[in-house]
């Protein structure tokens, strides 16, 4: 902290950092992270994800090789990136069979390869936790805790089928990833463990990654993820664009709620 930076803190200190004013810099603090793009959900707009996909035109990022959207839901990520005219092969990747019904109709609509596995460190079969009766959630995760805890209801287990990025790499003989996408409440670290060897032999140019409060149940730091990655540099969604995150620091990365991180290959 520079001595400019140290004056200001010591005048707010003594200014504002009083138990009346509690609720007032609690409001502030809210504020100030949906400016750096924290917990801002609400659209395509505001999550920053249709600033990126422009990022990715005007640098031809989109150009070559396929994108792999790891934990599709109903699909709305893959029908986005077809109205925006991206025409790359889409693996859309969905275990739950209530979602994957959707998502079939939405891929033959919108040409994209609906998959009806889930995506994990290893090739295996496992449980998913849905809210009871099954619904298809975009909410359901490989933790129970997210649907008992986090979303305080009650949690039905579905029997699905995980396979490793790496060995569905092989099975397609996929030569090059422009994008891997994952949004898997809480799961991330270990779709990015089962693509190992796909990262290693430099196939992924950009990873798209959701970090928030699953990751606290699935006990997954940002930095796990940044281990995840070496040879990339991270970002943070905002409406206008990515913000370069620059060197790993505690209190700018370890932020357990809704962000949109991108992980470009240097």
Same mark, same amino acid.
């Given at each position: 902290m520079n001595a400019l930076s140290n004056?200001?803190?010591?005048?707010?200190?003594?200014?504002?950092a009083r138990k009346a004013l509690y609720r007032m810099n609690l409001l502030f603090y809210k504020l100030s992270m949906t400016g750096i793009g924290i917990h801002n959900y609400e659209n395509?707009?505001?999550?920053?994800?249709r600033a990126f996909i422009r990022y990715m035109k005007a640098r031809n990022l989109f150009k070559d090789g396929v994108i792999?959207?790891?934990g599709a839901n109903v699909g709305h990520y893959a029908i986005m990136l077809r109205e925006n005219n991206i025409l790359l092969p889409i693996f859309a990747f969905e275990p739950?069979?209530?979602?994957?019904?959707?998502?079939?109709? +939405?891929?033959? @609509?919108?040409?994209? $390869?609906?998959? #009806?596995?889930?995506?994990?460190?290893?090739?295996?079969?496992?449980?998913?936790?849905?809210?009871?009766g099954n619904t298809g959630s975009e909410h359901a995760s490989m933790y129970k805790e997210v649907i008992s805890d986090l979303r305080n209801s009650e949690a039905e287990a579905?029997?699905?089928?995980?396979?490793?990025?790496?060995?569905f790499v092989?099975?397609?003989?996929? +030569?090059?990833? @422009?994008?891997?996408? $994952?949004?898997? #409440?809480?799961h991330e670290l270990n779709v990015l463990k089962g693509a190992k060897d796909t990262i290693e032999r430099g196939l992924v140019n950009v990873v798209?990654?959701?970090?928030?409060?699953?990751?606290?149940i699935s006990r997954t730091f940002f930095r796990d993820i940044i281990d995840a990655l070496p040879g990339y540099d991270f970002y943070r969604l905002l409406p206008d664009g990515l913000l370069p995150l620059g060197a790993y620091k505690i209190l700018d990365f370890e932020i357990f709620a809704f962000q949109n991180i991108v992980a470009?290959?240097?």
């Open positions: 004056t200001v803190k010591k005048v707010y200190v003594f200014l504002f395509d707009h505001v999550s920053g994800e792999l959207d790891v739950n069979p209530v979602a994957f019904k959707k998502l079939e109709q +939405a891929a033959s @609509a919108h040409h994209f $390869i609906p998959v #009806e596995r889930g995506a994990g460190a290893v090739s295996a079969t496992a449980v998913i936790y849905d809210y009871a579905v029997n699905i089928d995980l396979v490793s990025i790496d060995q092989a099975e397609n003989k996929i +030569a090059k990833i @422009a994008l891997l996408k $994952i949004d898997t #409440e809480g798209q990654i959701e970090f928030n409060e699953m990751n606290v470009i290959k240097r």
